[in-house]
């Protein structure tokens, strides 16, 4: 068997993105392309030789192919050992863990998180490092760089591995190992929560739906709650990983898992219902008549957090994205411990937690984790709800109405206007960061603003400094605004307007919370003049 080296051109100035590089599969089936950012990562590492590294992705069309062409490309570069996913499956909570357990130097996850797979959807690529985060900016940059110089590539001919069988074979000098893609991830959440008491759950007749959306999820979910927990069959649908998650759009909210929101709202719901996306990160938490909103969900984890053992000596603190509510920050006020204000972006938590500084993390986009891993994790946050239940005896309705009791309900939402144009979003945002100095003080109706500006972080750990992270708007009460660009969409620009209001009175807790936020949602379009701008009358999404 011979290494090869083969010419190839460098990318046309195709920047990935903090989540990696996501392009159409027809971009990824170029002849040179995947092999070209693969190239690149190896030379970000300096070769790969000797290293051990960790490959897997989400099942989604091209994840096998992909697999077959890293793993040769890892024998030309001499990496010792790479452990995959049987199937070529990891999702990446998953991904995530092997990494820490094994020691290994980092790890390639192959998915598009949420996008659609299949021939026509999406594809995806990053890179994670030893304490299997995202790789940070600095490295990100390194392999963009060598994207847009290199001209040639190192691969074996030697192959295909067989991806079906666990153990270890050899490629061209390199071992591939195969290895079971839930264990290592359900020995983690066994030692993090109450599994007994889960258990005997389960046994009183306790039911609940897990929706894996025909994603990476439902391996592990099936694995471990119908597994290990004794939940009964049935109880873990569309459980198996497809090409093209069956044609679900894997990204769970009211509006995309509408099959289970409309099974929680009628007369044969379970008494829970949860649901992950395509890679297994985010998670959505439903009770009946009731989906709780993601910045609710952290804020009672964190308030009850002592009562699953992995969390029993307590939190460090709490870290949540700006455009989160408010809800952790009451918890950490309670608990006397910090709360994290960080930009948009799971990567931003990376030190909080390394540096022991944050416990608990989490996001408005279904996205929640703590420092077992270094990556958001949906199954984890599911558990951390089933330990809940487990031990307080209550319903997840009561559960979080009993929580707004105690700290009040933070009414939220966000609009989020898909495929605009670009240009138009640029000159909206240009427009509103001009205006930021005149709002302070200005009066709307009830509400005065306290603040305007354009969110700015520093790093409490390395200092780094990143800027223009959203405008926020908040009024003296605490209600805010927040306006902000995606940087994960593909087509046009995603604008997304965050919404939020404080209401302590337990006798108006029970309003729509779309009425409940009417006032802010009228501010945000006299001070953005969203609609006219973008030609937009309504949301493509409401979450
Ligand atoms: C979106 C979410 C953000 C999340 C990211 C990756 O990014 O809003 O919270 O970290 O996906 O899952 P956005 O498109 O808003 O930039
Ligand atoms: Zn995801």
């Given amino acids: 068997m011979t290494i090869q080296t083969v010419a190839t051109k460098p990318f046309a100035g195709q920047r990935p993105g903090t989540s990696g590089l996501r392009k159409k599969v027809t971009e990824f089936q170029q002849p040179g392309y995947l092999e070209n950012f693969v190239e690149a990562i190896f030379l970000t590492l300096g070769g790969g030789k000797g290293a051990t590294l960790v490959l897997g992705g989400d099942g989604r069309f091209y994840n096998r192919s992909a697999i077959q062409t890293i793993l040769r490309m890892a024998a030309a570069h001499k990496v010792q050992?790479?452990?995959?996913?049987?199937?070529?499956?990891?999702?990446?909570?998953?991904?995530?863990?092997?990494?820490?357990?094994?020691?290994?130097?980092?790890?390639?996850?192959?998915?598009?998180?949420?996008?659609?797979?299949?021939?026509?959807?999406?594809?995806?690529?990053?890179?994670?490092?030893?304490?299997?985060?995202?790789a940070p900016e600095k490295i990100t940059e390194a392999i963009y760089a060598h994207t847009q110089t290199l001209s040639e590539y190192h691969i074996s001919d030697a192959g295909p591995v067989n991806l079906d069988e666990i153990g270890a074979t050899t490629l061209d000098g390199m071992t591939v190992e195969v290895i079971d893609p839930v264990a290592d991830y359900a020995e983690l959440m066994s030692r993090l929560f109450d599994f007994d008491a889960i258990r005997e759950l389960f046994q009183r007749g306790f039911t609940m739906r897990f929706d894996g959306m025909s994603a990476v999820s439902g391996p592990y979910a099936k694995a471990i709650i119908e597994g290990m927990l004794g939940a009964p069959e049935g109880t873990v649908i569309n459980d198996e990983p497809l090409e093209d998650f069956g044609g679900h759009h894997p990204d769970p909210n009211?509006?995309?898992?509408?099959?289970?929101?409309?099974?929680?709202?009628?007369?044969?719901?379970?008494e829970f219902g949860a649901a992950s996306d395509g890679d297994g990160d985010r998670n959505m938490i439903v009770g009946r008549k009731l989906a709780v909103a993601p910045s609710d969900s952290l804020a009672i984890i964190?308030?009850?957090?002592?009562?699953?053992?992995?969390?029993?000596?307590?939190?460090?603190?709490?870290?949540?994205?700006?455009?989160?509510?408010?809800?952790?920050?009451?918890?950490?006020?309670?608990?006397?411990?910090?709360?994290?204000?960080?930009?948009?972006?799971?990567?931003?938590f990376g030190n909080l937690l390394d540096a022991n500084l944050a416990t608990l993390c989490g996001e408005e986009s279904y996205g929640t984790g703590s420092n077992h891993i270094r990556e958001k994790d949906g199954v984890w946050a599911v558990l951390f709800w089933l330990n809940l239940i487990a031990a307080t005896g209550k319903s997840v309705n009561r559960i979080v109405r009993e929580h707004w009791a105690r700290f009040g309900r933070n009414y939220y939402s966000r609009h989020d206007y898909e495929a605009v144009d670009a240009a138009a979003a640029d000159r909206m945002m240009l427009a509103l960061r001009g205006k930021l100095a005149s709002l302070a003080g200005q009066r709307f109706g009830e509400f005065r603003v306290a603040q305007a500006d354009d969110f700015v972080y520093t790093d409490p750990v390395d200092q780094s400094v990143a800027t223009k992270q959203g405008i926020r708007i908040i009024m003296s009460d605490g209600s805010r605004i927040v306006l902000r660009l995606s940087g994960t969409g593909t087509e046009g620009a995603t604008v997304r307007v965050y919404l939020e209001r404080y209401e302590a009175d337990p006798s108006r807790h029970d309003l729509d919370t779309q009425e409940a936020l009417a006032p802010l949602i009228a501010i945000a379009e006299q001070v953005s003049e969203l609609k006219q701008r973008t030609g937009r009358n309504e949301p493509s999404v409401i979450t």
Wanted: hydrophobic share 40%; aromatic share 6%; charged share 15%.
């Fill in 302 to 348: 964190a308030a009850n957090a002592t009562l699953a053992p992995g969390y029993r000596d307590g939190l460090k603190g709490i870290a949540r994205s700006m455009p989160t509510s408010q809800a952790a920050d009451r918890v950490a006020a309670a608990l006397g411990i910090a709360c994290f204000e960080t930009p948009t972006g799971w990567k931003y």
């Fill in 81 to 134: 050992k790479v452990l995959v996913g049987r199937g070529g499956i990891l999702s990446t909570p998953a991904v995530s863990c092997v990494i820490r357990k094994r020691g290994a130097f980092g790890g390639i996850v192959l998915s598009a998180s949420h996008n659609p797979g299949g021939p026509d959807g999406d594809f995806g690529i990053k890179y994670n490092i030893e304490n299997g985060g995202p």
């Fill in 254 to 270: 009211p509006v995309n898992a509408f099959d289970l929101v409309a099974l929680m709202n009628g007369p044969d719901a379970p």
